[in-house]
C-alpha cells in the first residue's frame, strides 16, 4: 500500500510534456515487456478509442483515448511493485525513472490495467486501476486462469481531458508516434516489435515499422547518408561524444526541419533547424519517375541526436533535460543549444549543394533589394554575413541587417581611431591609418548614396503631389509647403536632415534662421487659415546686416485667384510689407534676438505657384515683371526696398531640383 500525493505529483509535471508522452511511455514499456520474454514474435497493438457523439459537421469522432496491448512478460508481481513505487529503479538499466506512469493522469483521466502473467507454474490475470489520491494502485484483483493462456498486457487510457488534443487521422498520428519512437526501428543489431495502430474494433490498421522499410511511398521515412555521424563537444572536464543521425520525412505537411535529441531511445526535445540555418524554413523537393512520368516529392529533413550525455541527463518527465537550454551552469558546461548548434552545422554539410543554393537565393534578394531601393547599401551588401538573415526576408528585415552591419562598422572604426591615437608614437602606424581612413570613406560614401536617393524619393513625391488625384482634385493646401520645409517650424526644431529646402535652392540648407508659419514678433497676430500655404518662410544666413533676408510665398497648385482685385493675398504686397516690418525692426528670432539689417541689407523674394494666363497677365500687366528666358518664371527689381522678386512656377521648381541632381541620379542607376 503506498502513501504517494499523486494529485500534487501531478500538477508538478512539467509543461515540456505534451499529450503524446503517456501513449509514448506506454509504447516503450509494452516494448521493454516483449523485449523480457526475449521473444522474436512481439507485437504492439495500439488501439485508438472515438468519443460517441458524433460531430456536428459531419467529420470524424475525435479520439478520446487509447488500448496498448502487449504480447510481453505481463505484470509480475515485481512489475506490480515497480508501479506501486515512486521513482521505482526496477528499469533504471533501460533509463527508466519510474515517474512516467504520472503524466498519463496529466493527459487522461484514468489508467487502467489488465494482464496475464505466469507465476510458477500458474498464469494469473491482475486487474488494477492507477489511483488518483494516496494509493499508487487501487481496485485491484488477481485471479488464476487457465495454464495455455500466453501473458499479455492491456493498459487502456480513457478520458481525454482535452478534447480535441490529438488528430482525428490515424495516419497522422502514426506519423507523429514513429518520429517520437524512431531510434527503436533504426538500432543496429536490434528488431524491434511489429507496432500496429488501428481502429478500436482493428479496422484501418497501420503498421509503424513500415514507415522505414518502403521509401519509395510518398509519406515514407528514408535515411539520409552521412560519414560523419558522430561529433564531440569538449567541455572543462572531458569531450563528450554524440551520435547524429538523418532522415528525410516525406509529405511533412506543416511540418519543419528539426533536430531531435534522443534519451534512452526516446525523443525528448524538438528544435526547428531554421533557428540556427535559416535555409531549412521550406521544404526540400525530391524528383522521381513513374509510369505517369516525372513527379517532385516534398520532404522534411529531421536529425536524431544520441549520447550518453543526453542519457544522463534527461528530467524526470522526459519532456527536457536536465541541462540548460542556452547558457552552461556549473554542473553542466555543456547546454542543449550547444548540442543542436553542431546538429545543425552537420546536417547543412550533408545537405550542402541544396543549401547553398538557398543562400545564393537569399543573397539575390538582398543585393537586388540594395540596387533597386536602398543603393546606398552597395558597399556593405559586398562582404556582409547574412547566414542569419531569415531564407525569405521582408525588405524590413534586410534593411535592419544593413543597419546592423553598418553601426557594427562604425564601431570598429572608432576601436582602430581610438587604438591609433592611445599610441605615444605614430611611428609603424601608417598602414593602420590608410585602412581606417579607407573604413571611414566607405562608410561616409554609404550616407551620401543615401542622402542622394532620398532626394530622389522627395523630388518624386514632390512632382506627384503637384498632379491631379483621381477625382480631379490637387492635393491638400498644406501638402507641398510640408514637403520643402514642415509648417509651424524653424529651423530650432527642425533640423537640416528633416526639411528639402535643397528644392529651391542648395545655398538655403546654409540658413542661421528659419521660419515656416510662424510669427516672427512673439505676439498674436491674425495669420491665413492654417491650411493654407501662402504663408512666409523667411531663410537667412549668418545675422548680419551684410547677409540677405529671403522670404517665400507657396501657392496651392493651378490657384490664381490671388490676381483678383477684391483678393486680400496679392503675393507681391504680402512680401514687400513683410519686408518693411523687418526693416522696422518689429521682428525677432525665437530667441529674442533682433534681426540685423541696414539700408544695403538684400532681400530677395520668391513667389511660387503655377503660372496660369491669368497670372502672367497680372505679373506683366499690373506688377511690371519680366519673364524668363524659359517663360517659368518671371522677375522684378524693386530698387527702393532693395528687394528682388521672383515668381516660380512649380514646374521650374521640379525641372531644376532634377537638373542640379541629374548627375548624381545617373551614377548610381536611379535617373
Not at 469522432?61 to 515485481?78: L, M, P, W
Not at 508516434?177 to 524491434?192: A, D, H, N, S, W
Not at 538523418?246 to 505537411?253: D, E
Amino acid at each position: 500500500m503506498s502513501n504517494v500525493n499523486i494529485k500534487r505529483a501531478i500538477e508538478n509535471i512539467r509543461e515540456s510534456t505534451t499529450v503524446y508522452t503517456p501513449v509514448i511511455e506506454i509504447i516503450i514499456n509494452a516494448i521493454q515487456a516483449i523485449e523480457e520474454t526475449k521473444r522474436q514474435d512481439g507485437i504492439v497493438w495500439i488501439r485508438a478509442i472515438r468519443s460517441k457523439q458524433e460531430e456536428l459537421d459531419g467529420s470524424e469522432r475525435s479520439i478520446v483515448g487509447f488500448i496498448i496491448e502487449d504480447n510481453g512478460i505481463g505484470f509480475t508481481d515485481a512489475h506490480r511493485d515497480s508501479f506501486d513505487t515512486l521513482y521505482s529503479d526496477l528499469k533504471i538499466k533501460e533509463g527508466g525513472k519510474g515517474f512516467g506512469r504520472f503524466t498519463c493522469l496529466k493527459y487522461f483521466s484514468d489508467l487502467i490495467v489488465e494482464s496475464f502473467y505466469q507465476e510458477n507454474d500458474c498464469i494469473k490475470f491482475r486487474s488494477f486501476s492507477m489511483g488518483k489520491d494516496q494509493d499508487i494502485i487501487v481496485n485491484e484483483t488477481i485471479i488464476d486462469v487457465e495454464k495455455d493462456k500466453p501473458s499479455s498486457t492491456t493498459i487502456r487510457l480513457v478520458n481525454l481531458k482535452k478534447k480535441g488534443a490529438f488528430e482525428k487521422k490515424l495516419s497522422t498520428i502514426a506519423r507523429n508516434i514513429v518520429e517520437r519512437i524512431l531510434p527503436y526501428f533504426i538500432t543496429e543489431g536490434y528488431k524491434c516489435p511489429k507496432i500496429y495502430l488501428a481502429e478500436e474494433d482493428k479496422n484501418g490498421v497501420i503498421c509503424l515499422n513500415d514507415f522505414l522499410e518502403d521509401s519509395a511511398t510518398s509519406d515514407k521515412i528514408q535515411e539520409l547518408e552521412n560519414s560523419k555521424n558522430v561529433f564531440t563537444i569538449t567541455d572543462k572536464v572531458s569531450s563528450l561524444e554524440f551520435q547524429i543521425r538523418l532522415f528525410k520525412f516525406y509529405s511533412p505537411r506543416n511540418q519543419k526541419s528539426r533536430i531531435s535529441l534522443v534519451a534512452n531511445e526516446r525523443e525528448v526535445t524538438v528544435t526547428p533547424l531554421y533557428k540556427y540555418i535559416p535555409e531549412f524554413e521550406e521544404d526540400f523537393y525530391d524528383i522521381y519517375m513513374d509510369d505517369q512520368g516525372q513527379h517532385e516529392k516534398n520532404f522534411i529533413v529531421k536529425a536524431y541526436v544520441f549520447g550518453t550525455y543526453l542519457d544522463e541527463n534527461v528530467s524526470l518527465e522526459r519532456g527536457g533535460f536536465e541541462f540548460s537550454q542556452v547558457n552552461p551552469s556549473l554542473s553542466h558546461q555543456v547546454s542543449q543549444s550547444d548540442i543542436e548548434k553542431r546538429a545543425a552545422e552537420i546536417t547543412k554539410n550533408i545537405m550542402g549543394e541544396e543549401i547553398r543554393s538557398r543562400q545564393e537565393k537569399k543573397r539575390k534578394l538582398v543585393q537586388s533589394y540594395v540596387d533597386s531601393k536602398a543603393p546606398w547599401h552597395k558597399e556593405l551588401v559586398v562582404n556582409i554575413d547574412i547566414t542569419n538573415l531569415p531564407y525569405n526576408p521582408s525588405e524590413q528585415e534586410i534593411e535592419l541587417r544593413l543597419q546592423a552591419e553598418k553601426f557594427s562598422r562604425e564601431v570598429e572604426i572608432r576601436k582602430d581611431v581610438e587604438n591609433v591615437l592611445n599610441k605615444t608614437s605614430l611611428d609603424n602606424v601608417q598602414g593602420k591609418v590608410s585602412d581606417i581612413i579607407s573604413k571611414v570613406s566607405g562608410n561616409s560614401k554609404n550616407d551620401l548614396i543615401h542622402y542622394v536617393a532620398l532626394r530622389k524619393i522627395i523630388l518624386e513625391l514632390l512632382e506627384k503631389s503637384l498632379h491631379k488625384d483621381e477625382n480631379g482634385k490637387y492635393s491638400s493646401e498644406g501638402l507641398v509647403h510640408d514637403i520643402i520645409f514642415p509648417r509651424k517650424g524653424d529651423s530650432d526644431t527642425t533640423p537640416f536632415s528633416e526639411h528639402n529646402l535643397w528644392l529651391l535652392d542648395e545655398r538655403l540648407n546654409f540658413s542661421w534662421y528659419i521660419s515656416s508659419d510662424k510669427t516672427l514678433n512673439g505676439k498674436q497676430s491674425e495669420r491665413p487659415d492654417l491650411l493654407i500655404y501662402n504663408n512666409r518662410v523667411v531663410f537667412r544666413g549668418d545675422n548680419e546686416p551684410s547677409n540677405p533676408i529671403t522670404i517665400f510665398e507657396f501657392k496651392k497648385p493651378f490657384r490664381d485667384d490671388f490676381v483678383n482685385l477684391s483678393s486680400k493675398e496679392d503675393p507681391v504686397q504680402q512680401i514687400i510689407r513683410y519686408v518693411n516690418d523687418i526693416r522696422d525692426g518689429i521682428y525677432q528670432t525665437t530667441e529674442g534676438r533682433k534681426i540685423l539689417v541696414n539700408q544695403n541689407t538684400p532681400f530677395y523674394g520668391y513667389i511660387i505657384c503655377d503660372l496660369t494666363q491669368k497670372v502672367e497677365r497680372w505679373l506683366e500687366r499690373e506688377k511690371d515683371f519680366k519673364p524668363m528666358p524659359d517663360r517659368l518664371g518671371w522677375f522684378h527689381w524693386m530698387d527702393n526696398n532693395n528687394l528682388y522678386i521672383e515668381v516660380i512656377s512649380w514646374d521650374k521648381i521640379v525641372k531644376d531640383a532634377n537638373m542640379r541632381n541629374r548627375i548624381f541620379f545617373q551614377k548610381l542607376g536611379l535617373a
